[in-house]
C-alpha cells in the first residue's frame, strides 16, 4: 500500500457514538482539504452507515461492533462501514427509496439512496446472519490542487 494512507476504527454499536464516527472520518479525510460541501457529504455518508448498523444490522444492541475502514489514495478517500449483525434479507427491496424495514422507528428509507448519491461509487453486499459491508469512494476535488 505505497502512497496509501488507511485507518481502522472499531466501536459499540450504540447511537451516541454515530457522532464520534463522523468526526473521526472527517479529521482523517481533511488531510485532502476537502470543500465544506465534501466533508459535510462524507460526514452525510458516515452518518447513515453506521446508524443503519446500529439500527438495522444490530436492532440497537449495543454489544455489536461497528467497523469503519477508510483510506486515501491520492485524491480519492475510500470508506467501509460494516457490522457482523442481522444483514439484510432483500437487498434489492431495501436499496429502493423509501423503503424501511422499521417504520415504527420513523426511519425515512433514505439511506442507501443518499449514500448513492453523495459518492462517486456505493456498494453493499450482506448476508444474514453475517452481517453487511458497505463501501464508498469519492474523489476529493482538493483545493489544494486548484492554487498550484
Known sequence: MIGTNFM???FASRSENEAFARVAVAAFVSQLDPTIEELNDLKTVV???VTNSI???YDSDPSG?????ASIEGDTVSITVQDKGNGIEDLELARQPLYTSKPELERSGMGFTIMENFMDRFEVSSSQE???RITMMKRIESKKALYN
Open 130 to 132: 453475517h452481517g453487511t
Open 65 to 69: 461492533v461497528v467497523t469503519i475502514e
Open 55 to 57: 439500527i438495522h444490522g
Open 8 to 10: 481502522t476504527l472499531s
Open 47 to 49: 452518518s447513515e452507515a
